[in-house]
């Protein structure tokens, strides 16, 4: 086994990997029927053709086995594995570990099988002119280095086409699985890779680390002192989809600095002003003063409604421009297999002709009326629930000051605001399970429909969650300074807890429990190796940092004119998120499976919607301001032009941002044409591939 995997960052031609494929042919093994392409040998499985012959094999994949699989499943696992996609297989390299009857399958992929994945994903490669067009395999010799898949693909691509390829594999007719009971039988067009894992046959598959290049990447990126960080390295190593979020983050951070310095300027000025007044009048007119909305808040509501226009929109930029160079333009998936988890009665695809799963849409409508909507909605009444105790426990307290007006009463004063933040943080934990079963009830054919009607429900709540206190305070209540102190614990309070938890306790958990049994020498086996990184826990996902930012964005966007200070602890923050999220995924959990992605998807509308609804928020809260009615009153205007005034400014702020949308390209001008010109070189790569398959 460890000869086979000589060097972890794969792609090697030591001596021991052509000893070992040295061995796996001489071994011959036996015909297995229509398998007998494969050859089960002591070490990997061999491929039928000649140019996937390699020197060297890169383990990319781990299976873990349920404890209790008998040698027989394994074999056929492996058999299974390793057989051309003609015969059902997944045309992969499979590796039965040291111990041919052991708990694991090491798994890797042959330079053709690569090839056809990296086609049927719509990965854009650079050509031999040196431009990015979609790949064909058919044109496979006009790609820059297709011969060389450690350079061609990137790590990720290679171990999420190996998941890709696992997952494809679907039953050709009624098979029973050697060694388990009769009743465990994979019916025509089942699942396999599914099926296996609900009996118990398969625990676990996650790509493997290689630690000489995690080395690598966590000096460059979080062990240094460097600010700007590798971005291409992280998508190399970890795929697309992380890459994005870091790209964002980083770019979400640094694009804080303008509101951050507006801010602090407004703190300061505003101080100083405030520090006047009390020399010269009562101290009731310095409370006016301090709760009110001066020229500064005025300016900061206007230019938080301004900047976060702004902001997404040159991130649409940025982001079709990474795009374009990680090879993601043209992704397609609306004709590929349908994901894992989709069921229903067999039939043919009207579109691709393949007999698959079907699921008829108002079934999916219907389950979504009638199931999904209700418990999302009870949901929200949890929270609307929990708001109304707030309210409740805010009286009480403030009851109990007036009456003792001692200073743990005065403490008792933000308990309220503290326990909420508690209450609402767990009821979006329990929700995010619950969201995660109702998509899965709601049976989608493809991932990304999975994953947007995942978001989306996460999304509603969310804001709902997050925001309901702050805009009934604000809209229903009027009541600034409640609004302010509000904002400012949830600031205060989600910060320190997302230090500790995100910093402190990761970094303890790491040096304490995982530095122990981290050394490795190089006498240890490599599926020793392999096997410590079971242990690791699995990587949580991206959801809950999205969800994170989303509401620094709602804060900043929505509230900053209430408390300007806003900007600067978001980007302190921030600062040490962009290392303790890099150190987290780098140290602390088991790599994880990164499917190519051309944008943020649904969290990019998510913060485009947030950013219209910051003109609604800005301009009423700047309606409430006393300072700002008293000179309408003083100018002779009356109450209801006042508010027509307001709405007038309103729509009026929303057309300035929806011209600054269009004034803003979402892609560069050289981006579209490269998108269009692939697309036309895709069309006539298609119609060429007709003409000779008419002729022949």
């Known amino acids: 086994m460890n000869e086979a995997g000589g ?374 009444g949890l929270v609307v629930m929990g708001m109304v105790c707030f309210y409740w426990g805010e009286a009480q307290v403030k009851q109990l000051h007036q009456d003792w007006d001692s200073l743990l009463t005065q403490t008792l004063l933000y308990m309220p605001s503290v326990l909420h933040i508690v209450y609402t943080n767990m009821l979006a934990n329990v929700y995010k399970k619950v969201a995660q079963s109702l998509t899965e009830y709601e049976n989608h054919r493809e991932e990304s429909a999975f994953q947007k009607h995942l978001t989306a429900k996460v999304l509603v709540f969310t804001f709902f969650n997050y925001f309901a206190v702050l805009f009934h305070i604000a809209f229903f209540k009027q009541d600034v300074p409640l609004l302010r102190k509000r904002l400012a614990s949830l600031l205060i309070v989600s910060q320190l807890v997302n230090q500790v938890t995100e910093v402190v306790i990761p970094f303890l958990v790491d040096r304490l429990v995982n530095a122990p049994h981290r050394t490795e020498g190089e006498d240890i086996p490599q599926e020793d190796k392999f096997r410590k990184q079971i242990t690791l826990p699995v990587f949580p996902g991206l959801f809950g940092e999205y969800i994170e930012l989303l509401v620094q964005f709602g804060y900043l966007s929505l509230f900053s004119c209430v408390y300007p200070l806003t900007a600067v602890l978001l980007l302190i923050n921030n600062l040490t998120e962009i290392r303790s999220d890099a150190y987290k995924i780098c140290k602390l959990f088991r790599k994880p499976f990164s499917p190519p992605a051309a944008d943020m998807g649904v969290w990019q509308l998510a913060f485009e919607v947030l950013s219209f609804v910051s003109v609604v928020s800005n301009c009423w809260l700047l309606i409430l301001s006393p300072r700002l009615r008293e000179l309408c009153q003083e100018g002779g205007m009356s109450s209801t032009n006042f508010l027509l005034l307001a709405v007038l400014v309103e729509h009026v702020l929303i057309l300035i941002k929806v011209v600054l949308s269009v004034l803003i390209p979402d892609e560069p001008d050289w981006i579209r044409k490269k998108k269009e010109h692939i697309e036309y070189t895709s069309m006539q790569a298609l119609r060429q591939q007709k003409l000779l398959s008419e002729e022949s």
């Open 7 to 380: 060097d972890e960052g794969g792609g090697g031609s030591s001596s021991s990997n052509t000893g070992q494929q040295t061995e796996d042919k001489s071994s011959g093994g036996k015909v297995l029927g229509k398998l007998s392409a494969i050859a089960i040998g002591p070490g990997w499985t061999k491929v039928s053709c000649p140019c996937c012959v390699s020197e060297g094999i890169e383990p990319l994949v781990l299976v873990k086995l349920g404890e209790k699989v008998r040698p027989e499943t394994k074999r056929w696992l492996i058999r299974l594995i390793g057989a051309p996609q003609k015969d059902g297989g997944a045309a992969l390299l499979a590796h039965p570990g040291e111990d041919a009857g052991g708990d694991i399958i090491v798994v890797s992929a042959p330079r053709c099988t690569l090839l056809r994945a990296t086609e049927e994903l719509g990965l854009c490669k650079t050509y031999h002119n040196g431009d990015m067009e979609a790949f064909s395999y058919n044109d496979r010799e006009h790609f820059k280095d297709s011969d060389k898949m450690e350079v061609f693909l990137t790590l990720a691509e290679r171990e999420y086409i190996v998941k890709y390829e696992l997952d494809g594999l679907w039953a050709q007719k009624d098979l029973r699985i050697p060694g388990l009971p009769e009743n465990y039988t994979l019916q025509h067009r089942d699942n396999i890779w599914q099926k296996l894992g609900s009996a118990g046959v398969i625990v676990d598959t996650f790509p493997l680390h290689k630690h000489d290049k995690l080395k690598d990447l966590s000096e460059a990126w979080y062990c240094g002192n460097q600010l700007a960080q590798p971005l291409d390295s992280v998508n190399a190593y970890f795929g697309s989809t992380v890459a994005f979020y870091f790209s964002f983050l980083d770019f979400y951070t640094w694009s804080l600095l303008p509101p951050a310095i507006l801010g602090l300027s407004i703190t300061y000025f505003s101080g100083e002003v405030h520090k006047e007044m009390v020399e010269s009048v009562s101290a009731s007119q310095v409370t006016i003063v301090d709760d009110d909305a001066g020229p500064g808040h005025m300016i900061q509501a206007v230019f938080s409604m301004l900047w976060s226009t702004v902001v997404i929109e040159l991130w649409k930029r940025r982001s079709s421009s990474l795009s374009y160079r990680w090879g993601n333009l043209h992704l397609a998936e609306r004709f590929a297999e349908p994901r894992p988890g989709f069921h229903g009665d067999l039939g043919v695809n009207p579109v691709t002709g393949r007999v698959e799963p079907l699921f008829a849409e108002w079934q999916r409508d219907l389950r979504m009326a009638l199931v999904s909507v209700p418990v999302v909605g009870m949901f929200l």
